[in-house]
């Protein structure tokens, strides 16, 4: 029996997405932190990019005042 080709790897780094996509003025989303190249570029990156991406987005949601944190504070 043949299960057919192969499913491709996946990265083992989720996408934050938080399907509440709203740019600001810096073209930031409101919902994840991630710069819109950022979120058009998350399909086509590996798990290493994707990590400092991750990175970037908490920082600037961070900056925001809207980290995972942000409610304990």
Request: proline residues 10%.
């Amino acid at each position: 029996m043949n299960a057919g080709p192969p499913a491709p790897e996946r990265p083992a780094v989720p996408s934050p997405c938080t399907r509440r996509c709203c740019l600001d003025e810096r073209d930031v989303c409101l919902g994840c932190g991630r710069h819109l190249q950022e979120i058009l570029r998350w399909h086509e990156a590996g798990d290493e990019e994707r990590r400092g991406i991750l990175a970037a987005a908490a920082a600037r949601q961070d900056a925001r005042g809207r980290g995972p944190a942000a409610g304990t504070r």
